[in-house]
């Protein structure tokens, strides 16, 4: 690759890397999560497949992107000439695509919300005692009309467009050095109003002390998506992004880093969410799905003062948080197309994200007034999640580690993973065992979860 294809510091490598990671799955996903499984035991096992299978799953894509010095696909044959395996990337890549056409949706959303929260268009008419009503049915007026939603994801396009079109180092570092701080801000902020809450012992007593009953194997399923979701695998994201890594950049201490980052705003925002909601005696349902950010929410902001501003931070800090990570996934297409098709920048830009204003405008209007645009009796907006996450994702980090561990010269993993002998090898020697037969081993037993289960009953 030619052009400006490294990052230009450390700090900037790892605010894009962490910026990818953490997403709308820490923020949203997360606390979700957390309520339907136990609370602090799903917190335990989500910290368990971080560090066991998640941190591996990282290192191999880091070696494949950082090794093969191309994109998601190319960085497998330049490693092996001419193998098969470059299908694991380009799978990657399909699912990346796929995803990028319901996440453009969602963060649109929140870009929607955010300028309801500035109007006060949002709080309009909404009083504590007619509130989970008003919020219920906004809901339904702003997300799952036609128009709206399809203009902000557009706009989010566009903006990614810009970023995207600016580079690694003027657009896609740049951005992550500006909004990554911005997010973290925001964070603490908003963690401090919640503790202060009244209620808040109770909330954090959910979400600190564990119920080790509830841990089954249901349990450890989803703390193993969890831990692949939050943390980009499996999506060629890392794969493209490495291979914009310096040769002396630690990729060991990078993964251990944007882990740990990860999993600090995970834990941030369960701190902000579950003080607000025991706070208000909210919870149980109210904390599924789109319900717990876009209703929820708002009911526990009106309760507090400055309701405005409160409200317009949060959707902010959603909105960052999530166009940090649409802009790594368009680079994971635009690598593609430049390494692949010899394209300029500008090209594979428009190439890769013009076409999804329409598979956005699809999947908003399978939500909106298009409900019969379905697949397998979903609507293609809760298809296209469930079949990229649950299935996509995993097989495609299945698939990195077996080649990286497995299939490639084995002084490739070595090599990466100790700058070539210049780093000690200490947790490197692990780490190969991990991603040769403990990650795989638990990938395998996710997807074929669905059939397991029921030998279990
Ligand atoms: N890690 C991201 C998140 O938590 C996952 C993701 C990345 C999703 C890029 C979409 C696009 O949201």
Redesign the pocket.
Known sequence: MSENTEFSSKLGLIAATVG???????IW?FPAEVQSNGGAAFLLVYIICLFVLGIPVMLAEFSIGRGGRGDAVSSFTNLVPGTRWRGVGALAILA?YL??AF?MVVTGWTLEYLWFSITGELYQGATASNASEVFGARMNDYLHTDAAPIIASCLVIFINIGVLLGGVQKGIEKLSNLLMPVLFIILIGLCCVSLSLPEASEGIKFFLSPDFSAINAEVLVSGLGQAF????LG?G?LITYSAYYPAQTRLTQTSVIVSLV?LFVSVLMGFIIFPAVTSFGLGGESLAGETLVFATLPEVFLRLPATRIISALFFLLLFV??LT??V??GEVAVAYLRDHFKMKRTRAVLISLLPLTLCSAVCALSLGSMPQLQIMGKSIFGFLDNITTQFMLPLAALGGCLFIGWRAPRSILMGQLTNHGTLKAGFAGIAVWLIRIVAPAGIIIVLLWPVLKDLFR
């Open positions: 990818s990671a953490i997403g709308l799955g820490n996903r990346t995803i990028m996440y979701f939050s943390l980009s999506m994201i990860s948080a999530a990570s649409t790594s996934t």
